[in-house]
């Protein structure tokens, strides 16, 4: 595989080309899975296709924090390996569906990061070309949404050559510090 420096050399065409070939070879590499798998930032869901008329109690599904296996009983593995990362094992879960496919939803650990493959010996995807759906601020939790309004602020004021809300919140301490010791002189005090 060629470095990021080689694919900044080529021309428009050329990379649009490259780009092609390579969405082409990950579509035909992904197909030839025993199984079918998305994700958000938070979660991994894998679809595994079964033979109709399977019930639960014919399967044999190992979810551990850092690997995964599923197959049939007396059959050998469906899949089986090491994870591309940590999951959350009481979030995680299996069930069958129609008698036919198996549905594993993983709850990432790392709820911030890209998989590149779900086992680290299968074949990866590029995570750069992701897009992830828009979500609405209401969409999100309390504590991503909350981050993600500061990181707004935060770039809104930037540009306005205003202070962050760190440093709003320096500049309150201070003030309030400077208030309690009237006695003490801070006209050369700098906030860094």
């Known amino acids: 595989m060629s470095s990021d420096n080689d694919y900044d050399k080529l021309t428009k065409e050329e990379r649009e080309a490259r780009d092609k070939a390579d969405r082409e070879r990950e579509v035909a590499e992904q197909a030839a899975l025993p199984y079918k798998w998305k994700q958000e930032l938070g979660e991994v869901d894998i679809t595994v296709p079964v033979p109709k008329g399977t019930r639960a109690r ?10 995964l296996s599923v197959g049939l009983k007396g059959q050998e593995k469906i899949m089986e ?5 940590e999951i959350k094992l009481e979030d995680s879960t ?3 569906e129609d008698q036919q496919s ?3 939803h ?4 790392n ?22 759906e828009n979500s609405k601020l209401s969409d999100l939790d309390g504590e991503t949404r909350g981050m993600v309004e500061k990181m707004m602020f935060d770039n809104q004021q930037k ?4 202070p962050t809300s760190d ?24 906030i860094s």
Do not use: Y
């Open 111 to 132: 709820k911030q990061q890209w998989w590149d493959n779900v086992l680290t010996h299968h074949p990866k995807i590029d995570t750069r070309k992701i897009q992830p």
């Open 58 to 67: 014919d399967l044999i599904v190992v979810i551990q924090k850092k690997k």
């Open 81 to 85: 390996g090491e994870l591309c990362k």
């Open 94 to 96: 299996w069930t069958l």
């Open 167 to 190: 440093e709003l919140k320096k500049m309150e301490a201070l003030k309030k510090f400077q208030t309690a010791h009237p006695e003490l002189d801070f006209s050369n005090a700098k």
């Open 159 to 162: 540009q306005m050559g205003k």
């Open 106 to 109: 993983l709850e990432k650990l």
């Open 102 to 104: 198996l549905l594993i």
